[in-house]
């Protein structure tokens, strides 16, 4: 059964992250577009799931949330959409894409730390490597694609340090809040994560989802809005809670890795980027460092271990 757990767990992580990483692609045109400013479109991302999460939750028994876990959530949404999202758009344009990407990827190191502490989840070589090898291989990713450089920007420490804040927000996330996630439904959970991040958001961009011309989201537009509120919103966020209970906190991190990874492959699939064997090889070592981690040792294991 723990086997089964474990396997719902990679699939569901894999699938979200897949599903983010083909996101990055599909969502350049609408960033581009200049219809709404980036908090407005993620004030509406948040928004679009929080419905369908609300709608979705009239079809499952009620569940009642404790008052002492409102906050639990609240602090949650901040950590996890809020000031992960808001910090990323604060920060973009302050620091070239490369730097941008090689800062997203010290996430899973990030965990790695906060969960030893957090839930004890034991820093073991064989996870240490497996993180490391990820974070070289996605590296030498990023090194090697197309339309990386800087474009005539710079580095900015703020923008570093706003960078850093990010994947530290999100690592907690992951790090503190499993047995708050394991306590509830994802349904239950999701709904009230998305409606405390709306909240939060609705007063920065009120005044442009009423002015928004809904007219100018059509064809590809429309469809690049549909994949990211339904798909990169609703459908990873549906996903990402389920591989949250079932595998630990690093190895879901982890899987960021596969948003890169995805990206590079559709962008040489429709002649944005081209393949080449150093792409090869840094896929390669992103895997097997997820497939270290997997396999390394976990608390349980530790503590069954027969003393010498």
């Known amino acids: 059964m723990t086997d089964r757990k474990e396997l719902l767990g990679h699939l569901a992580c894999f699938t979200a992250y ?86 997203s990827a010290l996430t899973p190191i990030y965990t790695m730390f906060i969960a030893a502490v957090a839930v004890k989840e034991p820093i073991t070589p064989q996870k240490a490597g497996g993180v490391l090898l990820s974070f070289a291989g996605i590296v030498f990713l990023i090194l090697n694609s197309t339309g990386n450089g800087s474009g005539g920007a710079s580095n900015s420490l703020p923008g570093i340090i706003l960078m850093i804040f990010n994947g530290i927000s999100f690592a907690l996330y992951l790090g503190i809040f499993r047995p708050l996630i394991q306590k509830y439904s994802v349904v239950t959970f999701m709904k009230w ?48 809670p389920i591989g949250q209970k079932n595998i630990r906190p690093t190895l879901v991190s982890m899987y960021n890795y596969c948003q890169p990874i995805v990206a590079t ?44």
């Open 18 to 103: 897949t599903i983010f990483g083909i996101n990055m692609v599909t969502c350049k045109d609408l960033a581009g577009s200049h219809i709404l400013s980036p908090v407005g479109l993620f004030c509406l991302r948040a928004l679009g799931a929080g419905v369908l999460f609300w709608l979705v939750s009239l079809f499952f028994p009620h569940e009642k949330v404790e008052k002492k876990d409102f906050l639990k959530m609240f602090v949650a949404a901040c950590l996890g959409f809020l000031c992960p999202q808001l910090t990323f758009l604060t920060a973009l344009p302050q620091i070239t894409p490369m730097t941008c990407s090689i800062l």
């Open 265 to 308: 492959a559709i962008s040489i699939g429709i002649g944005m980027d081209t393949m080449n064997w150093q792409k090869a090889i840094a896929a390669l070592a992103c895997m097997a460092g997820v497939v270290l981690v997997s396999f390394s040792r976990k608390r349980g294991d530790i503590k069954q271990s027969p003393t010498p």
């Open 193 to 240: 994560i998305f409606l405390f991040t709306s909240l939060a958001t609705l007063p920065f961009s009120a005044r442009e989802l009423l002015n928004l011309d809904w007219c100018q989201f059509n064809g590809h537009l429309g469809a690049d809005l549909a994949v990211l509120v339904l798909g990169a919103t609703f459908i990873s966020y549906f996903l990402l």
